[in-house]
């Protein structure tokens, strides 16, 4: 479902919990809301414990820095996080196999910025907002290929990809030309597939 949807969190954490069991943790789900995540991790976490998958989050008190040494050291771990992660997180090779973006990283409209830009300019949103977004996605995908070699999966979980005319502005930014749109059954068995190689 899309975001603004009663059923978008319980189906997001899901979906979660099949992507992390198909890939066999390393994973990165990038949020844009502490709330959300926190919300899935409570329910996800002790899914994946089960399976003796490990999975952190980047809560409040929790170090930046301690929680990317820990990912970068273990090659199994998964980790929820937050706007810190988006961008200049280097993990090469196989410690990171899969990125998350549950929902498009639009700037609140509610944001002192877009705000005044929106007050002065009726074409704001698509002037401004849009095009940061599609940078923002852009960046966290780029936290998946760091090398020539390394290669993974981004899944990006929100709808609005396909049913908003904007979608195709994040699609035609991705570097990959490989690009499924697809049910969550079907990337869950790709994935699966591409891990029981």
Known sequence: PEPNDARYLPELQKLLVALHRAQHGSMLTLFTNRREMESCFEEVQPELKQDDLRLVCQKWGVSVKGLRDDFLADE??????????????????????????????????????????SARDDQAWRRYVLPAAV????????????????????????????????????????????????????IVEDISARCNR
Not at 87 to 116: H, M, N, Q, R, Y
Request: aromatic share 8%; proline share 6%.
């Open 76 to 117: 199994h771990l998964s980790l929820f996080a937050l706007k810190s992660f988006w961008e200049g997180f280097d993990a090469p090779g196989a410690t990171l196999k899969g990125v998350v973006i549950p929902k498009l990283p639009f700037a609140k409209p509610t944001d002192p910025l877009s705000c005044e830009r």
């Open 135 to 186: 940078l923002e996605v852009k960046q966290a995908a780029g936290r998946l290929i760091r090398k020539a070699d390394d290669e993974g999966v981004l899944v990006l979980a929100d709808k609005r990809l396909v049913t908003k005319g904007y979608g195709k502005s994040f699609l035609k930014s991705l570097p990959s030309r490989n690009i499924k749109i697809c049910s969550m059954d079907e």
